[in-house]
């Protein structure tokens, strides 16, 4: 692709490795309602939008999820639940980020919480010695930190206005249809990170590796 300057990376799912089915399992053992149905109640209730925005603390999210769970143990399982669905970092792909960084401007935007960030900074630097992803972007975005969320164009304006972008010289990659159609709306050139693709193996479909 001619004229690409700019290349903003989503986390999960095209970084990092993840599988909701793992969380979803963990929390159906600790309650006899099925999660799938209290994931349904929870998002009309905002529960999850919140956390990822950060207008609710863990410790206010935790709770609302024990109401709709009517789960009367210990937070410390609700936690290990919610966090089962982060699994490993490739070292293959922090590989395409450092060559990415190489060539053009580079930003990490992710839907994300404070739970998940420091569970998955852990395990970046547990699995390959580094404390956290601002060494592999210029700039690093998290929903929670910034009150806004993907698909909103609000949070893809703000990454461009911020870092003085233009939208044509852009490229965005998700692994979610609604986030990139978001993107698309803000005039980025945005790509759907096919399952089972590799995100270095898109980067070269486009040239851009």
């Known amino acids: 692709m001619k004229h690409i300057k700019n290349i903003i990376f989503d986390l999960g799912g095209v970084i990092i490795n993840l599988d909701i089915n793992k969380t979803i399992a963990e929390f ?3 309650t006899d309602l099925k999660f799938e149905d209290i994931y349904t109640q929870a998002q009309q209730a905002d529960l999850f939008n919140n956390l990822d925005k950060g207008t609710i603390s863990p410790e206010e999210f ?3 999820l024990r109401n709709e ?3 009367i143990q210990e937070d410390d399982l609700l936690i290990f639940a919610w966090n089962a669905m982060l699994l490993d970092i490739p070292e293959k792909r922090l590989d395409v980020l450092v060559k990415a960084k190489q ?3 580079t930003f990490l935007l992710s839907n994300t919480n404070e739970p998940h960030i420091a569970v998955f900074e852990k395990n970046l ?3 390959h010695g580094v ?4 060494d592999y972007f210029d700039k690093v975005y ?4 910034m009150n806004m969320r993907k698909p909103d164009k609000e949070i893809f304006e703000h990454v461009l206005k911020d870092n003085e972008l233009d939208p044509a010289e852009t490229v965005f990659i998700d692994d979610s249809i609604q986030h990139v159609r978001g993107a698309g709306e803000c005039g980025i050139n945005s790509y759907l990170l096919p399952k089972n ?3 270095g193996d898109l980067l070269k479909e486009l040239k851009l590796l």
């Open 62 to 64: 935790f709770k609302g």
């Open 69 to 71: 769970l009517k789960y």
């Open 142 to 145: 998290y929903s929670c930190r």
């Open 125 to 127: 630097y547990r699995q």
């Open 131 to 134: 404390k956290n992803f601002e």
């Open 28 to 30: 159906n053992k600790l």
């Open 197 to 199: 693709m590799e995100v």
């Open 103 to 105: 060539n053009y401007n």
